[in-house]
């Protein structure tokens, strides 16, 4: 389970959980990547869950680096296992992670930039988060070979061509633009998110949207939230 939170050095505030798949391979199998996919919100989420993370995790840890005198601002991303309804913090990283931040981001109704003015302002007290009530997903494209090797520099096609509808969304991860056109440069290439009600829904309209695009150097899992969905 992914749990972040952002931080002004004086509050932090809960920002949204997701759930990633680091295999390779359906079925989370294979090498360890990093990341085919999320979903947001995790399946592991609960109200109890989430004081307990809170009160035995993030507020201890931000109050350490206070007494440390680092004056943390920013996001804080705890990757957790939970066993047992029991969080167990695995590490720690100082930024959204990826792809849990393109699931989680669209599900925002609040300004981003006035989050992270108020967080830098040390002023997060004054902003209530707004969220779509929503599920969303994320697919992520790789490049044949990835996570070991690949090939960069393979031409990419009709990505300008896909209407997308207010819930849907292309992320660039691993591309460049040659002359106008655009070729991979990366392991993890493209993201496609999809927001509704339905992961189901997400997953089938997001392989959709995949499969518009020509570029037979690309794979995906179609898999991913399969501990959510019940086929």
């Given at each position: 389970m992914s749990f972040f939170t952002i931080n002004d050095g004086k509050n932090f505030k809960?920002?949204?959980?997701?759930?990633?798949?680091?295999?390779?391979?359906?079925?989370?199998?294979?090498?360890?990547?990093?990341?085919?996919?999320?979903?947001?919100?995790?399946?592991?989420?609960?109200?109890?869950?989430?004081?307990?993370?809170?009160?035995?995790?993030?507020?201890?840890?931000?109050?350490?680096?206070?007494?440390?005198?680092?004056?943390?601002?920013?996001?804080?991303?705890?990757?957790?296992?939970?066993?047992?309804?029991?969080?167990?913090?695995?590490?720690?990283?100082?930024?959204?992670?990826?792809?849990?931040?393109?699931?989680?981001?669209?599900?925002?109704?609040?300004?981003?930039?006035?989050i992270i003015n108020a967080c830098v302002s040390e002023n997060l007290n004054s902003i209530d988060f707004e969220w779509h009530d929503d599920n969303s997903l994320c697919i992520v494209v790789c490049s044949k070979g990835y996570p070991e090797n690949y090939e960069k520099n393979i031409q990419i096609d009709n990505l300008d061509k896909i209407l997308l509808e207010s819930n849907e969304f292309i992320f660039h991860a691993g591309t460049k633009n040659i002359d106008g056109k655009i070729v991979s440069n990366g392991g993890r290439v493209l993201n496609f998110v999809v927001r509704s009600k339905n992961f189901k829904k997400n997953r089938d309209r997001a392989i959709n949207l995949i499969n518009q695009v020509n570029w037979g150097n690309g794979f995906f899992r179609n898999d991913i939230a399969h501990k959510v969905i019940n086929e």
């Amino acid at each position: 389970m992914s749990f972040f939170t952002i931080n002004d050095g004086k509050n932090f505030k809960k920002f949204e959980t997701a759930q990633d798949h680091k295999r390779v391979l359906e079925g989370d199998k294979g090498k360890n990547t990093g990341g085919m996919g999320a979903y947001s919100p995790s399946r592991l989420e609960n109200n109890t869950l989430n004081q307990k993370i809170l009160e035995n995790i993030i507020d201890p840890t931000l109050k350490g680096l206070a007494e440390l005198g680092t004056n943390f601002k920013g996001f804080l991303y705890a990757g957790l296992m939970i066993i047992k309804d029991e969080p167990h913090l695995i590490e720690y990283n100082v930024r959204m992670g990826d792809p849990e931040c393109q699931t989680i981001l669209p599900k925002l109704k609040t300004d981003f930039a006035q989050i992270i003015n108020a967080c830098v302002s040390e002023n997060l007290n004054s902003i209530d988060f707004e969220w779509h009530d929503d599920n969303s997903l994320c697919i992520v494209v790789c490049s044949k070979g990835y996570p070991e090797n690949y090939e960069k520099n393979i031409q990419i096609d009709n990505l300008d061509k896909i209407l997308l509808e207010s819930n849907e969304f292309i992320f660039h991860a691993g591309t460049k633009n040659i002359d106008g056109k655009i070729v991979s440069n990366g392991g993890r290439v493209l993201n496609f998110v999809v927001r509704s009600k339905n992961f189901k829904k997400n997953r089938d309209r997001a392989i959709n949207l995949i499969n518009q695009v020509n570029w037979g150097n690309g794979f995906f899992r179609n898999d991913i939230a399969h501990k959510v969905i019940n086929e």
